[in-house]
């Protein structure tokens, strides 16, 4: 049988446009860093207190809390396709809102509403993207979503900056106003997403699953090894996932799915105290700070984070997969804290109070000393490269792949409304912080990069190489986490072997599986004539447990 190609069943392709919606993240980002020390958006604005400021900062994020908990029903409800849909539709709506804004309570109001998306899109295309892709490209696939938010980032920056040379409101409207763009492409495209085969078969839609299975693996080819192994895999764990019964959030909360729940928050809430998201919103802030004068330099040296922050997303990208996310994240945290202190130590030597700035956040800063000044931006411009080819990507990642199908999209839920809590809170703390104690909350962040390191090397296993159906018996293994980065063999990979063997192919050529196989002999998932997959791992001795009884 031929194979059929399009675009609409390309695993790359379905998981890069999604990524859209991560998009809206980054546009949402730089709708505000570009804009917040222009004199333009404070006039018009009535110059905003430090602490009203971060209020409007943070809407975004209050809104992207709700969002991300509506995400979880939602997702499992009426399809992660139709989420990332309804995102898409709410964005627009929130956008308009915002370049619309008259005064500070309505672009509040558009953030809020431009949250909402953000919340559902952040937490349900990582879910989209981690059930579509096979499991040796996986974390590429799901990293796709941070690379796609430093893009936004980007994009929507230099979009600032272009308008920041416009001697009227427009400065900031035209910015605000094009972010309606993504939002209605991403709608029209995921109208032609394919539903993900596994919440097709969590539904028990079977004979879909499989079409659409076949689809993504194998060029529609239903009798492929490797649709028939992963397919046979999902059978049986939403079987058995069906007979536990209970997929309300109390589960979540019980073991044994507590561990992986509390740690998808944890790393989520990391990725925040990081400090990379406040440096992303404050970042011009933190160059007035640095000794940077003149508005349009400051935005000239912020323009280089950006771009460091999309590059360095790409060797992450590329190589997750081979490196592991455990490795990524220890190193990645190691130098972020290494270069916060370094920050705030330059800043606390070298600095000094100011009061001659156009706004009330800056409040210290280097002055008249170049080699403290670019010492610093150096450090700050290798924080960013750090975050971005570690914690960037993996916190997208992991809290995607870690989780049981039944209780999947809640738990995700809840692991993206953690984030989004932390991003509000801090959001709305650091202005005042940056006014009160200046540099010293530079040495809060370094601390927090310091304790997460410890708490992955003691508590986050390995999952590279492992299928979303084979976490349970990761998690659930006495193996301490810091010896998890060496696994046996997948099930997936021997029972492909098993198969292949079966139909007389020739095992051990995984890329090629279905080169040899029968086009005559076509496998119904149902089909009892045929030996499903996995039916020899099935048959037991009497009082013998299958691994799914043992989880």
């Known amino acids: 049988m031929p194979k059929k190609y399009s675009l609409s069943t390309n695993v790359y392709f379905l998981g890069g446009f999604a990524t859209m919606g991560g998009m809206l993240f980054g546009f949402d980002i730089s709708s505000m860093s570009g804009v917040v020390g222009t004199k333009r958006y404070q006039d018009y604005f009535h110059h905003p207190s430090s602490s009203l400021q971060g209020g409007i900062v943070a809407s975004m994020a209050a809104g992207s809390f709700c969002g991300a908990l509506l995400a979880g029903p939602l997702g499992d409800k009426i399809s992660r396709r139709r989420t990332i849909m309804l995102a898409a539709a709410i964005w627009i709506v929130g956008s308009i809102i915002q370049c619309a804004s008259v005064n500070v309570g309505m672009l509040i109001v558009g953030r809020i509403v431009n949250g909402v998306a953000v919340g559902l899109a952040s937490m349900i295309v990582p879910v989209y993207q981690a059930e579509i892709a096979p499991k040796n490209i996986r974390g590429r696939i799901v990293s796709l979503q941070q690379w796609a938010i430093t893009w936004g980032i980007l994009i929507q920056y230099f979009i600032q900056y272009g308008c920041s040379f416009i001697e009227s409101n427009a400065a900031f409207r035209i910015p605000w106003g094009i972010q309606i763009v993504p939002g209605l492409i991403l709608l029209a495209g995921a109208s032609f997403f394919p539903f993900s085969p596994r919440w097709l078969a969590d539904k028990g839609r079977w004979d879909e699953a499989l079409e659409v299975l076949a689809n993504l693996r194998a060029g529609g080819d239903k009798n492929d090894p490797a649709v028939q192994a992963e397919y046979k895999e999902i059978e049986d764990a939403v079987n058995f996932d069906r007979t536990l019964a209970a997929r309300s959030y109390m589960e979540l909360f019980r073991k044994p799915a507590v561990r992986r729940v509390f740690l998808g928050m944890s790393l989520q809430s990391w990725s925040q105290l990081t400090g990379m998201n406040v440096a992303m919103y404050y970042i011009v802030f933190i160059f007035q700070g640095a000794g940077i004068t003149g508005e349009k330099a400051n935005l000239q040296a912020s323009s280089i984070n950006y771009v460091l922050n999309v590059v360095m997303t790409i060797p992450a990208i590329l190589f997750i997969d081979r490196w592991g996310r455990r490795p990524v994240l220890l190193i990645g945290s190691t130098f972020m804290a290494l270069w916060l202190f370094l920050i705030g130590g330059l800043m606390g030597k070298f600095g000094s109070p100011i009061t001659s700035t156009d706004n009330q956040t ?30 960037g990507p993996v916190s997208w990642t992991y809290p995607a792949e870690i989780y049981p199908m039944r209780i999947r999209s809640k738990a995700v839920s809840l692991s993206t409304a953690s984030n989004w809590a932390f991003n509000f809170a801090l959001a709305y703390a650091v202005p005042p912080l940056l006014e009160s104690i200046q540099f010293r909350t530079y040495f809060i962040f370094a601390a927090f990069c310091v304790g997460m390191t410890i708490h992955v090397f003691f508590m986050f296993p390995e999952t590279k190489g492992r299928t979303l159906e084979e976490m349970d018996e990761l998690f659930n293994s006495d193996v301490p986490a810091w010896k998890t980065h060496s696994q046996p063999a997948s099930h997936l990979d021997r029972d492909i072997e098993e198969l292949k063997l079966n139909q007389g192919q020739t095992p051990n050529n995984l890329d090629n599986s279905s080169n040899g196989s029968n086009p005559d002999h076509h496998v119904h998932p149902h ?18 447990k299958t691994e799914l009884d043992q989880v």
């Open 362 to 391: 800056t409040t210290w800063a280097i002055q008249g000393n170049d080699s403290a000044s670019h010492a610093v931006i150096a450090c700050s411009y290798l924080f960013v490269c750090s975050f971005a080819i570690s914690w």
């Open 527 to 544: 089909d009892s004539s045929v030996p499903p997959h996995g039916a020899q791992k099935m048959e037991l001795v009497p009082g013998e």
